[in-house]
């Protein structure tokens, strides 16, 4: 009796499992069939659960060295902090981001990212004594918004006028560092020169690299030379038409291009009328100094001389950048490329105001009181 009783045990047990495994099969089968959103009715509940947003404050806002990024948010941040976030790599050291795979059976292919575009920085002096310098600075601040990123403006100023323009930075939109001296000149040239220094100086420390350009507050450019001077590899440089508004009269000067190649160099000037009164070229493709608004190059050449063949024993060029610039990029015109291709464009004006200007209701006023 005992073996038949567990005979009928394990038939029974034989049966619940065939049962279930029938179930389970049916199951299946007709699950296949169902359509796709169907079968996540258990994954709804998670799928719609709101993303957790993490806010971390900034750091304290210091007095130089701030930075704005694109679409006006502030981030404040020291000066060595700075340095790490601009996106500066080296022009063949880029790592891509990693491809993005694609949902699906299979996945997307993946896709090559573009090319990242070179980091443009733009060196702007100041002046402690140009009525003008506010409304010169917001109009080129205007102007840098248009332009596509990379792009980093740097703005030096005496540190005791420093207040109110870092205010108007703030607001630009551009991604910007403000540097500060508290040296006392009486040359502005002197001035001007030293401001360089201390701009050029700042991009040899943290080692930003990019193409460097001398943009005035009073410059006024054609937006695709900014896309032009981006293709620069070692030097660049163009004619700049120079506006003066007191005398009534137009300077050009720059080089003459043959498919980007420097051959000479000219100077003209033009009055209202746009008739020639003064024409000057310099054969000897020496000019004894180039226009600071006429030329850009890489930064690179300010700490990596072996990358553009020259000896590592350099001069001390950390009192005098500006003048080592000049004197590199006058000894080699090979390297030289003309911006625009045959350099017959006009694409940088520069606006010579005078430092005094009597207003039209500046008498009346005075009379008045």
Request: some cysteine; hydrophobic content about 40%.
């Amino acid at each position: 009796m005992g073996s038949l009783d567990r005979s009928k045990k394990r038939i029974q047990l034989w049966k619940k499992a065939l049962l279930h495994f029938a179930l389970c099969f049916v199951t299946g089968f007709f699950t296949g069939f169902a359509p796709p959103s169907a079968a996540n009715i258990f994954s709804v509940g998670a799928a719609e659960r709101p993303p957790v947003v993490v806010v971390v404050p900034a750091a304290p806002l210091k007095a130089s060295g701030q930075v704005v990024e694109p679409a006006g948010s502030t981030a404040n941040r020291s000066l060595s902090e700075i340095s790490r976030s601009v996106p500066v790599p080296a022009d063949n050291d880029v790592d891509p981001p990693p491809p993005h795979e694609g949902s699906g059976a299979r996945g997307a292919t993946a896709v090559a990212p573009p090319p990242r575009e070179r980091l443009l920085i733009l060196v702007t002096t100041t002046r402690r004594d140009d009525r003008f310098q506010g409304a010169f600075l917001r109009r080129l601040a205007h102007t840098l918004r248009l332009v596509p990123p990379p792009l980093l403006w740097i703005v030096v100023q005496a540190s005791e006028d420093a207040g109110a323009t870092a205010a108007m930075l703030r607001n630009t939109g551009v991604m910007y560092r403000h540097l500060t001296f508290k040296e006392n000149f009486t040359d502005p040239e002197a001035e001007a020169d030293h401001q360089r220094n201390v701009a050029l100086s700042h991009v040899e420390y943290h080692r930003l690299t990019g193409i460097i350009h001398f943009a005035a507050a009073s410059n006024v450019y054609d937006l695709q030379f900014f896309e032009e001077i981006r293709h620069i590899e070692v030097f660049g440089a163009w004619p700049v038409a120079m506006v003066s508004t007191n005398r009534k009269r137009v300077v050009v000067d720059g080089p003459v291009c043959n498919s980007s190649k420097v051959q000479e160099w000219i100077l003209k000037e033009l009055n209202n009328d746009n008739k020639l009164l003064l024409s000057s070229t310099d054969r000897s493709h020496k000019p004894p100094k180039i226009n600071i608004s006429g030329f850009a190059f890489n930064s690179s050449i300010l700490w990596d001389p072996e990358r553009w063949g020259r000896p590592t024993s350099l001069p001390d060029t950390s009192q005098d950048s500006i003048k080592f610039v000049h004197e590199v990029i006058l000894e080699d015109e090979t390297k030289l490329k003309g911006i625009p291709a045959d350099c017959s464009r006009i694409m940088v004006w520069h606006l010579n105001m005078p430092s005094i200007l009597t207003l039209p209701f500046h008498s009346q006023n005075q009379g008045r009181r």
